[in-house]
């Protein structure tokens, strides 16, 4: 298992901005090391189903976004550590919801491991 953080959450008005941390341990709990393939964000409103929201390739950089957030949210990542961060600008109260980290190791098909998720509420 592998341990991701998330922080920066928070409550704040329409057209605001909060800033995402997430970082992840560099060996799984047993000690083994791993290669990281890909980081990503996922959001979950109250209601609803677990939603993309944006991801970065570990081996050169691309970032992908959710088309509702593309130009508002920027991901980026810190390469000496397995850390991502998420820059969201113009919030919206569409935006509320409990924001996760995920991350794809090499061997796994998809995100294989996850944070506990931290909470963006929008007001209007």
């Known amino acids: 298992q592998v341990q991701l953080v998330e922080s920066g959450g928070g409550l704040v008005r329409a057209g605001g901005s909060l800033r995402l941390s997430c970082a992840a341990s560099?060996?799984?709990?047993?000690?083994?090391?791993?290669?990281?393939?890909?980081m990503g964000w996922f959001r979950q409103a109250a209601g609803k189903e677990r939603e993309f929201v944006a991801s970065?390739?570990?081996?050169?950089?691309?970032?992908y976004y959710a088309n509702s957030v593309e130009g508002r949210f920027t991901i980026s990542r810190a390469n000496a550590k397995n850390t991502i961060y998420l820059q969201m600008n113009t919030l919206e109260p569409e935006d509320t919801a409990v924001y996760y980290c995920?991350?794809?190791?090499?061997?796994?098909?998809?995100?294989?491991?996850w944070g506990q998720g931290t909470q963006v509420t929008v007001s209007s």
């Open positions: 560099e060996r799984t709990a047993s000690g083994r090391p791993f290669t990281t393939v890909a």
């Open positions: 995920a991350l794809q190791p090499v061997g796994a098909s998809g995100y294989h491991y």
């Open positions: 970065i390739r570990w081996s050169n950089g691309t970032p």
